[in-house]
């Protein structure tokens, strides 16, 4: 797969400090995350596996025909027997599982409790149900920011008014021609935060109509488009009559894109939040007391073979451990390092041919005993 610098400098993160990438297509614009996944689903069924949609995980228990084998209960009846066992399951979904279930070590032990009750940024007074993780794009047939400002790359906040703002220049998706110039339709990217960093996001969530269910939503509502627009060009317009443009004269997005995920531990589809966030975002997560005394390779020991009696591994973006080898978030590579330790050692598979030596050597830990 193609991919191109997120920053369009390519100049090191300054949290990361690497650039960072973006998958893209032929064309050189942004291909979003379910490219790998439609092509990997794709692969994967040509290879003869078996892919089944819309069964939820209630509960796996030990199969006594067969040591160490496990049956795989889904709601509405469904089940299935397998020897080993990865779930990729996020932390909501893990906690409503049946407690019995195999994968969970007994009660009171280390395993248990990281699995089913250590809840990340767990700000005291702030009910679950108003913690959000929030996106909005607002959608310009012509993008603006960089055929009138050619602000390529950056940051924006400004919370003081409705709607609030915390935004990047960069991370929106824009059509250019065949000869790279900017057309349009681009995404501008005008918030991406945590209610727990700016709680003024929340002005958002109504705008979420399947809130806890589906956290993308797209909408054309005047009374969302006409205020973001109306922030939008208050915000910039000290930038617009730098180059002689009148914000006025600029015309409205044509419908907003959201992603509100929240924290209630009954959504469907909650927020990801990997334990240790309070390190990437300080203060505003507080540090979880389940995690005390806790080092990182205790922890991954802990939840990716919970129950050593079963063959049931876990590896998700929720139980990865922020900052685990200095490495800050982020999802995607938070998500793949646990699976990797998993598939070596439980399956005994090597490095990926793509894949950098040393760091495969670091990330599955061969400087660490515990990861041997």
Known sequence: MSTACYEPDCAPDPEFKQPLYRIVDEHGRNAGY???????LSEMTAAGVR?????????????GAVPGGSQLHFAGGATAFAKKVLLNLPRGTMERMDPKSSVFPAPNTLGFTLLRNCTPCDVPGMPPHTKFTVKVYAIYDDPWWLTKLNLTQGLFTSVGLDPPLVGRYHDGPVHHSASGEVIGPGALEAVYTFSSLHPQISYYAPFAPMLGVDPLSVTTDPALLAPLHQRLMDFHAAAFAAVGINASTVPQMRRVVLGVWTTDKLALLPGPASSNFHAQIGSACPAEQCLHGVSPEEYYDAITLPNPMANIHVANNDFAWTDYQGVPCCWAEQSLKPVERTLHRAWGLGKPQWLNAAYYAKLIGTESPSFV
Request: net charge neutral; hydrophobic share 40%.
């Open 51 to 63: 892919v089944f949609y819309n069964h939820a995980l209630t509960g796996v228990y030990s199969d």
């Open 34 to 40: 379910s490219t790998p996944l439609f092509r990997m």
